[in-house]
């Protein structure tokens, strides 16, 4: 399609458009987009884009990844996403096909994932008719995604999936609609390609570079603060702003502590790392944040999770927010200094300026509060408890991070999920977890998203026996492509969360939350789908299972049967303070005679009631 004037090499292709059809228009589109994994399950309306699809499959342009439910379709685009970075793609047909991506759409949305979502349509002519599997995705949809588009003309289909990239991928990231009436995919046209990156959208442009006055404004702040935090979400991850973060906490002193989102884009063993503050943080991220005179809020948004009660939430302090998003600077708490840019941008502005203007800290401003914050740790540390009679959920997940440092880890939701982020130390992309929508069935689907797109990496999926039964048909398609993931389940026969929540704020009245009678047997699934599955149940089992799992040149399932009553520890109960958590272990050498210990291996402090070191793993 494209020719070269031989008269002069150095003029621009001359464009030759060639008939083809709406679903040619669109595969070469995403093609030309980078797109090398689509995953989806085909039904009527979209069948002319599957039998292109065919032939951009023959010619090895695209892999085509058949799930069992859309659903699972969308969670392993955004799996793929988080993973890589990069647009994840899923199809689904019209009528009951969209709307089982709803969920997963839903997903990207509130955790700011980009991600190209693909709809089959009824006919043009028949839009508004109640026709066989019509359902107005569009509209459906408006409230959870970044952008959204009807292709009814199929000369606009290479223009609107262009446009569809550069939306999702740029600014705050998020999912974008397209959907696609079967006509419009049959229809041949005259066909122009439109190349990535050529797209103009006026009124869309997001701001890139912080105004520099606020920046200075900032830098006076960070100067002035004795009891400064930096707080970080996930928007870190989405502008790759580690190594900026890392060298603001060097260079000032300044401790972090990361959102749920936010895990990954701190050094989680470096000695200025918290951990994870909110309802289920650290004990001393949630003090700090308590008592800290200066709060730098780097890509998060102040979500209820992470905050508590919402006027207590960091009352003493002043605050710098940086986000991309101007909606969500100011949208739950005032900011001192507000700076709108990218958050990698503005950090490495600010970077600058001190360079420039050769800024030495002082190595004194926050020793006192880092001092503070030791004794926190000292006092209330993450506790490994080791029974006597059964497994810990919190020794499995040390152990299983203790053998695969390294892997990229998903998770689904509830106590696993939280107790894999006090206890995993993840680098950036390598924690993947339904953070904003809480969406119980994510961590397989979104652990093929990853491993597909990473082949030569670990994907380690960290489940629940109740959310792993709610995508577990996926793993029909895990064995089909022999998809080599990890999943973990942490089995205690309940709802775990909910179970807690029960526990606690409801009188224990345990109302539909039991799941010790259904859980399948893995090993039979397992060979049902003709994969390897095991189950452990005491702790002599345990390491050798692991070793066994990961050395395993294939997909496997480890079923860990673990206590049944642990509940996940520190809590903030809704509706109060960060300061306020319940479950803190009272670890106070006056009150209850515990030493604290150095681990052989790492050299981190713990409590001498500890079994293992929450930090490596090694046995205490």
Same mark, same amino acid.
């Given at each position: ?459 380690? &999926?960290?489940?629940?026996? +109740? %959310? ?5 048909? *996926?793993? $029909? @398609? ?123 291996? &790492?050299?981190?402090?713990? +409590? %001498? ?5 929450? *930090?490596? $793993? @090694?046995?205490?």
């Amino acid at each position: 399609m494209l020719s070269e004037s031989r008269s002069d090499r150095k003029t621009k292709p001359v464009v030759v458009p060639t008939r083809r059809t709406g679903a040619y228009a669109l595969m070469d589109s995403l093609k030309r987009h980078g797109v090398k994994h689509i995953f989806g399950y085909p039904g009527g309306a979209i069948l002319p884009i599957y039998d292109e699809l065919y032939r951009f499959e023959a010619t090895g342009d695209v892999q085509h990844i058949l799930v069992r439910h859309e659903q699972g379709a969308s969670h392993a685009a955004d799996g793929y996403a988080r993973a890589t970075g990069k647009v994840g793609v899923c199809f689904g047909t019209s009528g009951p096909g969209a709307t089982n991506l709803v969920t997963g759409i839903a997903t990207a949305h509130m955790d700011s994932i980009p991600m190209v979502i693909i709809t089959g349509q009824v006919p043009r002519a028949a839009i508004g008719t109640d026709a066989f599997q019509e359902t107005d995705i569009y509209g459906i949809t408006l409230p959870i995604v970044k952008h959204s588009y009807v292709v009814r003309d199929p000369r606009d289909m290479a223009r609107i999936i262009a446009e569809g990239f550069h939306i999702a991928s740029t600014g705050r990231p998020g999912p974008v609609l397209i959907d696609i009436p079967k006509d419009v995919g049959l229809e041949e046209f005259d066909y122009v390609p439109v190349e990535p990156g050529s797209i103009k959208l006026p009124g869309y442009r997001p701001t890139v570079k912080g105004n520099p006055r606020q920046i200075n404004q900032a830098i006076e702040l960070i100067r002035q603060a004795k009891k400064p935090l930096l707080y970080v979400g996930g928007g870190a991850i989405a502008a790759s702003a580690h190594n900026e973060i890392k060298e603001l906490a060097e260079h000032f002193q300044i401790p972090v502590t990361t959102t749920l989102m936010g895990i990954g884009a701190f050094e989680e063993h470096h000695p200025l790392s918290l951990g994870m503050l909110g309802m289920h943080g650290t004990a001393y991220a949630n003090f700090a944040v308590s008592e800290c005179d200066l709060l730098i809020a780097v890509g998060a948004r102040f979500d209820d999770r992470v905050t508590g009660k919402l006027d207590e939430f960091a009352a003493r302090a002043k605050v710098i927010h940086i986000d991309i998003d101007p909606a969500e600077v100011g949208k739950n708490r005032g900011p001192e200094v507000p700076i709108v840019g990218d958050v990698h941008q503005v950090l490495t502005d600010l970077l600058r300026r001190l360079r420039e203007t050769g800024d030495i800290a002082d190595a004194n401003q926050t020793k006192e509060w880092l001092g503070r914050i030791e004794r926190w740790r000292e006092d209330y540390p993450l506790l490994v408890p080791h029974p006597e009679t059964a497994l810990s959920p919190q020794e499995v997940i040390v152990e299983v991070g203790r053998q695969a440092p390294d892997a990229y880890y998903t998770t689904d939701v509830g106590q696993h999920q939280m107790w894999a982020a006090q206890f995993l130390k993840n680098g950036p992309r390598r924690w993947i977890s339904s953070a904003g929508l809480g969406t119980m069935g994510f961590g397989v689907p979104a652990a093929m998203g990853s491993q597909v797109a990473l082949p030569d990496e670990q994907t380690i &999926c960290i489940s629940g026996d +109740a %959310s792993f039964q709610m995508n577990l048909q *996926e793993l $029909g @398609t895990i064995a089909q492509y022999g998809i080599k993931v990890k999943i973990v389940i942490i089995n205690n026969g309940w709802q775990g969360m909910v179970r807690q929540w029960q526990e606690t704020f409801y009188g224990e009245r345990y109302s539909s939350s039991n799941m010790e009678i259904g859980m399948p047997d893995i090993p039979l699934l397992c060979q049902a789908y003709g994969m390897k599955g095991k189950v452990v149940s005491t702790r002599d089992e345990l390491q050798d299972a692991i070793a066994e799992m990961l050395a395993h040149d294939g997909p496997f399932v480890l079923d860990v049967q673990v206590t049944r009553n642990e509940n996940c520890y520190p809590m903030v109960a809704p509706g109060k303070s960060n300061a306020q958590m319940i479950g803190l272990p009272e670890l106070k050498q006056k009150d209850l005679q515990v030493e604290l210990v150095y681990c052989s291996n &790492c050299g981190a402090k713990n +409590a %001498s009631t500890n079994h293992f070191c929450p *930090e490596c $793993g @090694t046995k205490l």
